[in-house]
């Protein structure tokens, strides 16, 4: 069983929005609530980018390229993590990933989104 399950992509025309969904399925709680989490993304042969965290607390932080567009959430409860992106670009065509920002553990297998033109 996968430590961090992402869901949510799919194929979608430039200017429109989707919601990814991030599920810690087997971090406990007590280690889930503390993290600050974080939004990824990848294309081939680039880095992996971290383009958006959140706290325990609900402080959120974007990486230029996504501020304005992309809200990051959190449901502590269900420990899950959300992306919320809005007037998606060519651009961000990518695998988008969740993690812990401090200590990330084993990456899921992401889920892809593709934005056509």
């Known amino acids: 069983q996968e430590q961090l399950v992402e869901s949510g992509g799919a194929v979608v025309q430039a200017g429109g929005s989707l919601r990814l969904s991030c599920h810690a399925q087997?971090?406990?709680?007590?280690?889930?609530?503390?993290?600050?989490m974080g939004w990824y993304r990848q294309v081939p042969g680039k880095e992996r980018e971290l383009i958006a965290s959140?706290?325990?607390?609900?402080?959120?932080d974007y990486t230029e390229t996504v501020k304005g567009r992309f809200t990051i959430s959190r449901d502590n409860s269900r420990k899950r993590v959300y992306l919320q992106m809005n007037s998606l670009k060519p651009e961000d065509t990518a695998v988008y990933y969740c993690?812990?920002?401090?200590?990330?553990?084993?990456w899921g297998k992401g889920t892809l989104v593709t934005v056509s033109s």
């Open positions: 993690n812990s920002v401090m200590a990330p553990l084993s």
């Open positions: 087997r971090m406990i709680t007590s280690t889930f609530n503390p993290s600050t």
């Open positions: 959140i706290t325990r607390t609900g402080s959120t």
